[in-house]
């Protein structure tokens, strides 16, 4: 089974920095295109932030300039430094992998157990 781990969220103050990590294991032969996810209190799951096995990058408006995704030297270990944050990132970050290749076949939608992110004003 995939398992998908995050770690690195916290209590930040407004403008200050937090770098979060996702990495996956369990028997993976390949895995495509990361994302993190976040949800903050009361609101739905939204995109932030996409990164392809070849290291192209893709962000969404509210976080774009502030935030890089990039992989690790660790293999299916990817990061995301979050710089500038601001009270409205407050949330549960998650780690997401659309599809992973693994040695017992293809499993999609994999997810993390979520980060907390806080940051205060």
């Known amino acids: 089974q995939v398992q998908l781990v995050e770690s690195g969220g916290g209590l930040v103050q407004a403008g200050g920095s937090l770098r979060l990590s996702c990495t996956a294991s369990?028997?993976?032969?390949?895995?495509?295109?990361m994302a993190w996810y976040r949800q903050a209190p009361g609101q739905q799951r939204e995109l932030a932030a996409t990164?392809?096995?070849?290291?192209?990058?893709n962000y969404q408006y509210f976080v774009k300039g502030r935030f890089t995704l990039f992989r690790g030297d660790a293999k299916n270990t990817i990061y995301l430094q979050m710089n500038d944050l601001q009270p409205e990132d407050t949330a549960v970050y998650y780690c997401?992998?659309?599809?992973?290749?693994?040695?017992?076949?293809?499993?999609?939608?994999?997810w993390g157990q979520g980060t907390q992110v806080t940051v205060s004003s």
């Open positions: 997401n992998a659309p599809r992973i290749v693994t040695d017992r076949g293809v499993e999609c939608e994999k």
């Open positions: 990164i392809t096995s070849g290291g192209s990058t």
């Open positions: 369990g028997g993976i032969k390949s895995i495509d295109t």
